[in-house]
């Protein structure tokens, strides 16, 4: 590379010169010149000051029309978004093998087409041959999806500047799609990142809600580059587990709405079913009660759920080592809760196998339902069924105190809406329901009496 000459510009005029002289030969001032840093080929390169078109700016105060939220037939799934598909949002859907999330957006795709709205349904791991033998399974035959299986970029791109801009535009899955501008198979963290930008920038720039369906790893992390989450509006999750029929839909990331709302799917013959009422779903089977056993009313966004704990208390014999199982809850808090059991309450788990299970495979991360594992590990130790149609909720400090928990009056309303008529919980929460007694705990102590003590 050519060693940059040296100049010097005079700061009177402003004319250049290559060699420092004391006087400017343009405008004759005295001792003008300065000796001016040479620009590099790299900056030289890479100068974006100049060259672009001019950027249009909005005021934020400035009266204008937002976007409208389009609705997709499906209300657990607009439950989930925020209120429906926002019109140039990219939407990145995870989720296991073979939980439905093609079976979600066939059915959303179907019922938002025969409302007159134009989708493009692109597959890139099925013939439309095997996606029209779905839809005649589901019953949506009928409706006018526009189908393709495809795995170029630039092919779908082609194709969609001559037709109709669609409503809607389903990629199954991100994965598959390839480009030519870039080398690499498909699936590769470059082809990832630049597939999804050339898509995501035609959703942007003609008003078209894209979803994206991504592959997950075996920790249940969306595979392929972190920075594809960072590029879509709404990253979601279908959840659940394939031997039970409920499918939770959970929003992660969600720029247009809230992030702890939940859609309820139930998995039947002929697809998903919403279900309006989950905590049915969790508490199916309750006929008579149970040692054990404690009811827990979740709280998933805004929509209570209420759901079973179950506890079970083997006794071994001296010297064997105990076993500790939890399906449902977090390990660490269980060891926690039990070590406040033996330090405040004076139990003796020690020489016992504790086993505890969420039921329906629910999977809970409240910590409100401290209370309500503890009354379900003191009944199955006790052998004694807690209160009929009661609930419990409430989180236990490492001292044994009943801490407040949020939105416990709501929680309970729900509750009593399902027919439970008792409640126990920290002091300070109202029943907010004439139809639910409600009785205020302070310490762990005091259930422990009220489950041991009159025994």
Not at 44 to 51: F, P, R, Y
Not at 80 to 94: F, K, Y
């Amino acid at each position: 590379m050519a060693k940059p000459k040296k100049r010097y510009v005079c700061q009177a005029c402003g004319s250049v010169s290559h060699r420092w002289q004391g006087q400017c030969a343009d405008c004759a001032e005295w001792n003008t010149l300065v000796e001016d840093a040479p620009a590099t080929v790299f900056s030289m390169k890479h100068d974006l000051s100049s060259g672009g078109r001019a950027v249009e700016f909005v005021d934020l105060d400035k009266p204008g029309a937002l976007p409208t939220r389009q609705p997709t037939g499906l209300a657990e799934f607009d439950r989930a978004l925020g209120g429906g598909l926002v019109p140039g949002s990219a939407i990145l859907l995870g989720g296991d093998p073979g939980i439905g999330k093609s079976t979600l957006l066939l059915q959303a795709a179907a019922k938002i087409a025969r409302e007159g709205r134009g989708v493009v349904y692109v597959s890139g791991e099925e013939a439309t041959a095997q996606v029209r033998m779905r839809a005649a399974r589901l019953g949506l035959s009928d409706a006018p999806v526009k189908l393709a299986a495809a795995t170029g970029v630039r092919d779908i791109l082609t194709t969609l500047g001559s037709i109709d801009t669609p409503g809607l535009l389903v990629i199954d899955s991100i994965q598959t799609m390839h480009s030519d501008t870039i080398e690499g198979a498909p699936g590769t963290v470059s082809q990832v990142r630049g597939c999804a930008f050339e898509l995501i920038r035609y959703a942007k720039e003609n008003g078209v809600a894209l979803v994206l369906v991504g592959h997950v790893t075996k920790d249940g992390n969306i595979a392929g580059p972190r920075v594809l989450e960072h590029m879509v509006d709404v990253v979601m999750s279908f959840e659940g587990e394939r031997s039970h029929q409920y499918r939770i839909l959970r929003a992660l990331k969600n720029r247009f709405g809230a992030v702890d709302e939940i859609g309820v799917f139930a998995m039947a013959g002929e697809g998903l079913e919403e279900v309006d009422n989950p905590s049915m779903l969790f508490l199916s089977g309750r006929d008579e009660p149970m040692a054990g056993s404690a009811v827990f009313p979740a709280i998933e966004g805004t929509r209570p759920v209420l759901v079973e704990i179950q506890a079970l208390i083997v006794r071994l014999q001296s010297g064997a080592t105990p076993r500790r199982a939890v399906v449902g809850w977090d390990s660490g808090r269980l060891a926690m809760l039990l070590a406040v059991l033996e330090s405040r309450c004076g139990l003796n788990f020690s020489s016992a196998e504790v086993y505890l299970n969420v039921a329906g495979g629910y999977r809970l991360s409240d910590p409100a339902a401290d209370l309500a594992v503890a009354a379900a590990l003191v009944s199955a130790m006790a052998d004694r069924p807690l209160p009929p149609r009661s609930v419990w909720l409430g989180e236990v400090s490492l001292a044994g105190e009943i801490r407040p928990v949020a939105h416990g009056g709501l929680r309970l309303r729900e509750a009593a809406k399902l027919g439970f008529d008792r409640g126990f919980g920290p002091a300070d929460v109202k029943a907010g329901s004439a139809a639910l007694t409600y009785d205020g705990l302070t310490q762990l102590a005091n259930l422990v009496d009220r489950i041991i003590g009159s025994s």
